[in-house]
């Protein structure tokens, strides 16, 4: 069963651009969730998604966003990217919430902002 | 609010010897702990976790956590430790609210010596 799939895994922008990343859970996983990992603040929840709605969201300023489809695949945006945006996104899926069980994580996407 | 401490940043332990990591937690409910491990450039790999039940939680690879309501920790255990071990290690919360958002600690920096 193949893992959770985030696409790409590098990306370089500069101060003010805009970045979609993207992630396919688990085959049969709908519940899809964003962290940001920075040296500094460590994991941060960003979003959770499930049946294409956001059910919970983090402190980050509304320059995140992010949807799902009804495929269960997620993508999340960041506009008007600054310097400090620079992390490790990754996302997890599990099957839906409420379950007793683990998300289970990809292998993120490392955004440098220049 | 939940929260996680994990008060060492790193431990190191020989090939062949136990070892521990620490990790306490405040949440004003029943908590779900999980252990995360993440190698370079790697996202996050679920090891075990607590729900309920048996305080005493058997993971993969040989680990194993026990859960000390009383003294509100959840440390990770091994009894012989690898080489190969040596990554870093987090430890989560998440309420039983239906929601999925994890709290994290800051990580543990396991080293294995040969």
């Known amino acids: 069963k193949a893992g959770v799939t985030q696409t790409p895994r590098y990306l370089i922008k500069t101060r003010g651009q805009q970045v979609t990343l993207s992630c396919s859970p688990i085959?049969?996983?709908?519940?899809v969730s964003w962290y940001q990992q920075t040296p500094g603040q460590g994991l941060q929840f960003l979003f959770e998604?499930?049946?294409?709605?956001?059910?919970n969201k983090g402190n980050f300023p509304g320059r995140f966003s992010g949807r799902q489809f009804s495929n269960s695949r997620s993508e999340m945006n960041v506009s008007t990217l600054e310097l400090g945006d620079s992390a490790l996104y990754l996302c997890?899926?599990?099957?839906?919430?409420?379950?007793?069980?683990?998300?289970?994580f990809g292998d993120g996407t490392r955004l440098s902002i220049l | 609010a939940q929260s996680v401490a994990q008060p060492e940043d790193q431990v190191n332990v020989a090939e062949g010897n136990p070892l521990t990591v620490k990790c306490t937690y405040s949440v004003s409910g029943n908590p779900y702990l999980f252990w995360y491990v993440q190698y370079p450039n790697r996202g996050l790999q679920f090891l075990l976790k607590y729900i309920t039940g048996d305080n005493l939680v058997k993971g993969s690879y040989g680990f194993e956590a026990e859960f000390n309501k009383s003294q509100t920790s959840f440390h990770l255990k091994k009894p012989s430790a690898l080489v190969s071990d040596s990554a870093l290690y987090f430890c989560a919360v998440r309420l039983n609210t239906g929601f999925q958002k994890l709290v994290f600690g800051t990580g543990t920096r396991l080293l294995v010596s040969p």
């Open positions: 085959s049969g996983h709908r519940s």
């Open positions: 997890a899926s599990s099957l839906a919430p409420g379950q007793n069980q683990p998300q289970h």
């Open positions: 998604y499930f049946s294409e709605t956001q059910r």
